[in-house]
C-alpha cells in the first residue's frame, strides 16, 4: 500500500532530484519503461483486462527461440 508523501517529504526529494543525476536518470528511464510496456498492450474491450498483440507476442517467440 502506498501513502502520500508530506509537503516535507516532497521538499526533501526536489532538492535531492535536484542534486542527483542517478535518481533523474532512474526516473526517466522508468517512465520510458512504463510508456513502451504499455504500448505493447492493448485493452481487451469485452472484459476490461490488458492484452498483449499477437505481433509482438510472434516477435517474442521468435527471439527466444533463437537464444
Request: a positive charge.
Amino acid at each position: 500500500m502506498f501513502t502520500s508523501l508530506t509537503l516535507k517529504e516532497k521538499i526533501q526529494l526536489q532538492a535531492h532530484k535536484a542534486m542527483c543525476e542517478t535518481c533523474n536518470a532512474y526516473e526517466n528511464q522508468s517512465k520510458l519503461m512504463d510508456k513502451l510496456i504499455g504500448q505493447w498492450f492493448a485493452p481487451n474491450k469485452s472484459n476490461g483486462s490488458m492484452k498483449m498483440a499477437e505481433a509482438k507476442k510472434l516477435t517474442i517467440i521468435e527471439k527466444l527461440k533463437k537464444a
